[in-house]
């Protein structure tokens, strides 16, 4: 499971505040003990692990702030450190950076004329570093993360143990018209609702991610004005699937204050119509348009109270460094220099997934299609497999 930092950060005297509530609870940080004057350079570590089969991803970088005032930061990741999870016995499992390969597209300038051969290539890239796809926690048990960098400074995290999370029962799925400027076209999306029995014995919290599957049809339609990025050496793939792991924007944090012990119903997020996801264009069944996937994760109040702190400081109008100062603290911490700042917040999780197919009947008008073309393999999350949902038509 990925988590990420904005690489592209924001210009002027807010720009810090803009790296810091990128923080988002896509990462479940934990609060952490530091004033917004404060920040300089530090280590920021984001992700979790849960009792899922991995591969689970945790991003180690360094953001540093520059010294023009036009200037806002930069994040750079923290290469070839040694990290490894470590759980109540002893028992240590290696993390490996991710090697990722991506075709790039280069099109040609100016634009020829039909027919049309843009130039691809491939890319290697590192990125996050990854649990074994067997690697799993188990609930019960206590893990701790543990950096060594390059220089030798090692930090880790405060102990963390995996305790239940209630199972989800059902989803419904609603129709959502939203808000918009444009009085032709309105904007619209589908509405996720979960429902789950709540424990009444103790305090809950909980965070959800939204997942979705669809596919797409990419024609080549080639012309004078449009290069169509097909790869010449395999001939371009024109149907694939689009996985969507942790959809922006549907993040969402709770406590059970209102509901203790009841059984709730709430709104995780919204799958926007983006002109691809409910594009009739591709061959799939009307009731089987798009496979969305609710993750539901119990969490520590610690972590629920750095969303808050997040939230706070997001609603701060003014300078970075204007009052109120904002006091936080994360469970990473460098072991021999306790006093340096290291934000971030290593979770261990249990979760729990349900999954629902969207009709296209419940949709009372799509968004017009944004007709891609060309190897749709290029596009991000796609795949030519087809993903286990749909393998049952």
């Known amino acids: 499971m990925s988590f990420f930092i904005s690489h592209t950060v924001s210009k002027g005297t807010s720009s810090m505040l803009s790296l810091i509530v990128l923080l988002t609870l896509q990462t479940c940080l934990s609060p952490i003990d530091v004033e917004p004057s404060d920040f300089e350079d530090f280590l920021v570590v984001q992700g979790f692990i849960d009792d ?8 180690i970088t360094r953001v540093a702030k520059f010294t023009s005032i036009d200037d806002g930061g930069t994040v750079s990741i923290i290469k070839d450190a040694k990290v490894h999870i470590i759980d109540q016995n002893g028992q240590s499992t290696p993390l490996e950076r991710v090697t990722m390969q991506r075709k790039e597209l280069i099109p040609p300038r100016p634009p020829p004329p039909p027919p049309c051969v843009p130039v691809l290539t491939f ?7 990854r649990t074994p796809e067997t690697f799993k926690g188990e609930i019960g048990s206590t893990y701790t993360l543990e950096i060594v960098t390059k220089d030798g400074e090692t930090y880790q995290s405060e102990p963390q143990t995996i305790r239940p999370t209630p199972p989800i029962d059902s989803l419904s799925l609603i129709f959502k018209r939203l808000p918009g400027l444009d009085p032709v076209i309105i904007p619209s999306g589908v509405e996720v609702f979960v429902t789950w029995q709540d424990p009444s014995e103790e305090d809950n919290f909980y965070f959800w991610r939204l997942n979705g599957i669809y596919r797409i049809f990419t024609p080549d339609v080639s012309d004078a004005t449009r290069c169509c990025p097909y790869d010449p050496r395999d001939g371009g793939e024109t149907l694939c699937w689009i996985v969507e792991r942790n959809i922006e924007g549907n993040q969402l944090a709770l ?8 059984r709730a119903t709430m709104s995780v997020g919204i799958i926007d119509d983006d002109g691809l996801r409910f594009a009739n264009t591709s061959p799939v069944p009307p009731n089987k348009q798009y496979y969305v996937e609710v993750e539901q994760f119990g969490i520590p109040r610690d972590a629920f109270e750095f969303n808050d702190k997040l939230k706070t400081l997001e609603s701060i109008n003014g300078e ?8 936080v603290r994360g ?3 460098n072991v021999n220099n306790p006093d340096e700042t290291a934000i971030g917040y290593f979770g261990a999780y249990s979760v729990q997934k349900k999954g629902k197919f969207i009709n296209r009947n419940i949709l009372e008008f799509t968004q017009r299609s944004l007709n891609p073309c060309g190897d749709c393999r290029v596009r ?3 795949q030519i497999e087809t993903p286990e949902p749909f393998r049952n038509d």
């Not at 899922?52 to 991003?59: A, E, L, S």
């Open 123 to 129: 890319v290697e890239i590192k990125t996050d570093y």
């Open 52 to 59: 899922d089969f991995g591969p689970h991803d945790i991003r």
């Open 320 to 327: 970075i460094f204007d009052p109120p100062p904002l006091n």
């Open 380 to 382: 991000a999350g796609a």
């Open 255 to 262: 406590s059970d204050l209102r509901f203790n012990g009841q």
């Open 331 to 333: 469970n990473i911490f």
